[in-house]
């Protein structure tokens, strides 16, 4: 399954599927990028990240891939598991006079069906 | 290792009445953020402390928010009165340097009636 992250907030895959998030940032300056999961009632969980100098990190299950020319984010999620079901923002490192801040995409709802 | 602490964990309070926020972050953490998170919006960056300086306050509304980080650990966050807008999650986070290895704690979901 696949998502535009921000225009299509809700995504449904079937268990052991591959899940595909997509997020458009907004600034070319950003440096960082960090994939982040909110399960209800918690606080973001790090996932994973990326620096612009890279265009596809890989961990656990998970791979995200930065195209700078387009500034775009994704998250591949494989054999996408029950507990995989959550909230997922992207977040972005933006330079600003007064230091550094992330600025968070609205997120992707995952919902992982049996 | 505990991870990120904040209390209450849930507050419900009328308007016009004040409310703080406790967050106690990870050892040895010098960096720490206050975010609000509303109904299904990411987190915004309210404050930012560098050990017991806020370095980065200008999302703050200074009109009824305060914060501190005494000595440089824990941390307080206020509002003083309430309006039914300020309804969100209020996260608390910690790094050991700024923006990278964030640990977010669970939240205080704070409810205004």
């Known amino acids: 399954g696949e998502s535009v992250g921000l225009h299509l907030p809700t995504l449904s895959v079937q268990e052991g599927d591959n899940s595909i998030i997509n997020c458009a940032y907004s600034n070319s300056a950003s440096d960082y990028f960090i994939w982040y999961k909110q399960e209800s009632g918690k606080g973001p969980q790090f996932i994973i990240d990326?620096?612009?100098?890279?265009d596809k990190r890989q961990g656990q299950r998970v791979t995200v891939l930065l195209n700078k020319t387009v500034k775009h984010l994704s998250l591949q999620i494989a054999a996408t598991q029950p507990g995989d079901s959550a909230v997922y923002f992207c977040?972005?490192?933006?330079?600003?006079?007064?230091?550094?801040?992330?600025?968070f995409g609205k997120g992707t709802s995952l919902l992982v069906t049996p | 290792e505990a991870g990120v602490v904040q209390s209450p964990r849930y507050k419900i309070i009328e308007k016009k009445q004040p409310v703080a926020f406790w967050c106690n972050p990870i050892s040895g953490h010098n960096t720490l953020y206050w975010y609000r998170q509303n109904l299904g919006q990411g987190p915004e960056l309210l404050i930012r402390?560098?050990?017991?300086?806020?370095?980065?306050d200008s999302q703050l509304p200074k009109d009824r928010f305060s914060a501190e980080r005494l000595k440089g650990v824990d941390s307080t966050l206020k509002i003083q009165p309430a309006e039914l807008g300020d309804s969100a999650v209020y996260l608390c986070?910690?790094?050991?340097?700024?923006?990278?290895?964030?640990?977010f704690g669970s939240g205080t979901r704070l409810t205004v009636v």
């Open positions: 990326i620096r612009s100098n890279m």
């Open positions: 402390y560098e050990n017991e300086e806020a370095v980065d």
């Open positions: 986070a910690s790094s050991t340097t700024p923006n990278y290895g964030y640990t």
């Open positions: 977040a972005e490192n933006l330079n600003s006079n007064s230091g550094y801040a992330l600025n």
